[in-house]
Every structure is written in C-alpha cells, then in structure tokens.
C-alpha cells in the first residue's frame, strides 16, 4: 500500500494545461502546514539591460519535509516581450497547493502575493516592453542609469504591504484572478529557464536556505544573477516577516511514494498516457519515462556550474613528500607554476563570460540565442574544471611518497625444531 512523506506532505497529479502552442503537465505539492512568511530583503543592482527581477519564494523539499527559500534573482528573459508570473502556494481545502512560475505575454494569475519589487499582488510595476527593449521603473527597482538608459519613474502605492506568502485558507491572501489574469492562463507560456532550474536546483541543495535552519530569515535572500550565491552584490534578509512555525517529522523522509519527488518550479515533464499513475514532475527538463525503478536517493546533488565567476576556489594541495629533498623542489616548482597557468585561464574563461553577456544585453539577442549562450558557458566552464582536474592528479602522482619496499618473506621454519634449555 502506498504511503505517505510524512504527516504534512500529500501528492496531487493536477489538470493538464492546454495552451495554444504549448502544452505542459503540473503536479501539486499539498502541505498541510503554510509556507512561513516572506522574509524582509533589499533587491540587487541589476546587472545589465533585458534582466527582468524574479521575487524569491518558499519551496517545498519532501525529502526533507521542509520548505527551502529559492532566492529573488535577475534573470534574462527567454524572449523580447515575454515577463514573469511567480510561483505561489494556495489552500485547496485539503492542504497548500504550489502553483509554477512561467513566463509568458502577459503576466499571470499569482495568488494576490505581494513579492515587492513590482510584484503587488496583480500584474508587474517593474517594468515593460517597448520595441523590443524593456523599460525599467525606477520606483521600485535597482537600476544604475549609469549603465541602463531604458528608465522612468512612476510611483506605486502599494498600501496593502504584507509578508502572507500563500493565498486562501486560515490567514492567507484572500485575491481570485481577474479576467485578464485568466486570459493569461490560456496563452503560451515558457518554463522557468535552464539558469532558473539550477537556482533553484542549488537553492534546494543548501541547508542554510532550508526554514528549519534560518527560521524564516535566509541568509541568502537575493542574488544579482541565477546561481551566484556568494560574492559582491548577494543580499542576506534583514529580518523574518513574521512568526516562524515549524512543522514536525524534519529530516530526509524514510519512504517514497512511487517515483521520484516532485520539486516544485522546475522545467516542466510531460505525462505519458500509456502510464497514468505516473506523476509528472513541475518544470522539469522533459525526458523519456522508463519503466526501470530507481531507489529513492536522499542524498543532495550539486547543480551544475554554468559560470567560471561561480566556481569555488580549489583547495591547496599538499606539499611534496617523494623523500627526495631535490625532487620535492621542482615538484613544488612545477605546482606553482601550474596554479599560476591554471589562475590565468580561469580569468580569461570569466572575462570571455562577462564579455559576451554584455554583448547579448547590448544587442538585445533573442531568448533563444541567449540560452545556447548559457550552454555554451557550462560546457566551457565543465570542460576547463576537468582539465584542471586531470592536471592536479598528474602533479599529485608525482608528489606522492614513494611505495614501501615489501617486506622480504620470513625464513620457512626448520622440519626439525630444536628443544629449548629447561628451565632452571
């Protein structure tokens, strides 16, 4: 009989959404306990023209029976004229249902949750398009107009400031959409990019986002681009939005319902009818089913570097022990001068990077030429890490100690042994 992930966690395979031009499945995460209280963040510098900002939300992690804080981000806009509807929670009578970000025409039905930032609760103030170049208000958004011209300035009164983050049931926002939110629903609609999938797949894999460990204050609450978790320009929350209640049963979850879990806003997975019982998993890159059962893996996994500004520094090797004085010199020789060419490269990948960001925002490039860009960027970026990789192991080789002699056999004892003295 199958089970349940904890007292908190239920699962429900939700409509299919027919859309002209796109088709995608969802599948809901009902949780009996509320998601906390937005926390209180500022927004980051926007870091080039064709950024359009991303309000942070809480997610849901069964594995765990947590909810985890997926950073607010800047994030380049998969097509000229398309914008954002953030992910929300919503009570459906038996519990919180999460509902997928997409980006579409038309900003979409979002709960009635004000993200802040332009994100009020209806609609988007943050900015529009215009020819194919989008404008940014400087009113509720962090834009040097020093590099960023597309600007003006409209003032929002937003007077019904606050931190609920789920609409409907006991407290919550009390907003049902209106018709021009619901002609959105039934347009074409994107997916969260593959640079949103990794924020929020690295989001998901860090404890310090889960809410049982920052009770409602992330440390990281806003990044200046997808998956840039430290460095300048990342924002720590200034303060909870409200009470934290946390649920009970934390921790990895010792069962399973069938297949693995959902995670809510990522790239979304199609339903095969010839395999009905089998849940869709929300925005998650589409791939083949099998009928091959995996175990549940617990275990977190770490996202892929798509940047060379993201990779971590590598740690100092051990110093040379060959036994030889001469040797370990010019092995120790032969590491630094390694660590100075491989520093270089680095910096002239990060450069090349940055460079053809600004080129892309410059000239305004499509969606599509801009995520071929982003996977390009990861290739180069996998492609310059193993190689250092294999470097480092070619240099540790030499500088290992060498092998011990083998211990020569002890001699075979004598056929006939002879008496010992008697004792006295």
């Known amino acids: 009989m199958r089970r ?8 429900f395979a939700l409509i299919v959404l027919s859309l002209p031009g796109a088709a995608f499945a969802q599948v809901g995460i009902a949780i009996t306990i509320a998601p906390p209280p937005l926390p209180v963040y500022s927004q980051p510098l926007c870091p080039g023209e064709g950024y359009i ?12 029976n947590d909810y985890y804080w997926v950073p607010g981000t800047w994030v380049l806009a998969p097509e000229a004229g398309f914008l954002w509807t953030p992910p929300w929670w919503g009570w459906e009578g038996n519990g919180f249902i999460f509902h997928a970000g997409y980006w579409g025409s038309q900003v979409g039905f979002y709960g009635g949750i004000d993200y802040g930032f332009g994100y009020f609760g209806h609609g ?10 989008f404008y940014y208000n400087r009113a509720v958004n962090n834009v040097n107009v020093t590099n960023i011209h597309n600007v003006y300035n409209v003032t929002v009164n937003n007077v019904t400031v606050n931190r609920v983050s789920y609409n409907g049931g006991n407290g919550g926002v009390e907003a049902r959409p209106t018709p021009a939110e619901e002609a959105a629903a039934r347009e074409r609609h994107l997916p969260p990019v593959a640079a ?7 989001a998901r894999n860090n404890p310090q986002l889960r809410a049982s460990a920052n009770k409602g204050k992330p440390p990281i609450a806003a990044t200046p681009r997808p998956g840039t978790f430290n460095g300048g320009g990342v924002v720590h929350a200034s303060g909870a939005g409200g009470p934290y209640r946390p649920p009970t049963n934390h921790g990895p979850a010792k ?3 069938r297949g693995p879990a959902p995670r809510p806003n990522e790239a979304a997975r199609p339903i095969e009818t010839t395999h009905p019982t089998e849940a869709a998993r929300p925005n998650e890159a589409a791939r083949p089913e099998s009928s091959i059962s995996h175990p549940p893996n617990n275990v977190p996994r770490p996202s892929p570097t798509i940047h060379a500004r993201n990779v971590p520094p590598h740690p100092a090797p051990p110093p040379p022990n060959t036994g030889n004085a001469e040797k370990d010199r010019q092995v120790q020789q032969r590491q630094e001068q390694l660590n100075a060419q491989q520093q270089r490269e680095h910096e002239q990948l990060q450069q090349q990077q940055e460079q053809d960001h600004q080129r892309t925002s410059q000239q305004k490039a499509s969606g599509a030429h801009i995520q071929q860009m982003e996977r390009q960027h990861q290739q180069q970026t996998t492609q310059m890490e193993q ?3 294999q470097q480092q192991q070619q240099i540790s080789r030499q500088a290992a100690p060498p092998p011990h002699a083998q211990a020569k056999p002890a001699p075979a004892p004598h056929a006939e042994a002879k008496p010992g003295p008697e004792p006295h």
Do not use: M
Request: charged share 20%.
């Open 4 to 11: 349940f992930l904890g007292s908190h966690l239920l699962w």
């Open 53 to 64: 900002w991303v309000p942070g939300y809480w997610a849901y992690d069964p594995n765990y």
């Open 124 to 133: 988007y103030e943050g900015g529009r398009w215009n020819h194919g170049a």
């Open 196 to 202: 949103q999938t990794q924020h929020i797949e690295a």
């Open 255 to 257: 069962e399973k319902a």
């Open 387 to 389: 190689r250092h990789e």
